[in-house]
């Protein structure tokens, strides 16, 4: 069984982005986005004894390897959305998307 059936991810990140949404309060722009970072960040606090047993860093910079949860995530999310795996069935919808780099120099 691979990672993403054993931990149930899907599930725990659908619970993510809906406490994430509720936390909006209401912003005119509707639900925020969530990058795989901090998805990444909110299974780790969330989920403890998950993550320890995934044995993956979070990631980041100068994390010393390529092998990271947030790559993970953000690898199996791109794949899934791409193929139309990820089914919520909360209304919870999962979609990918990324910045322009059009006059972006920097971000953190």
Known sequence: MNIWEKFD???KIVEILERSAGDDGGHHFGTPFMTAYQIAIAFAERYPEAFASIG???GGRNVGQHDSLSRYLANQLSQRIKRGDIVTKSGCTIEGG???NVCLHDIS
């Open 9 to 11: 991810v899907e599930k």
């Open 56 to 58: 993956k860093p979070i």
């Open 98 to 100: 990324f910045l322009s």
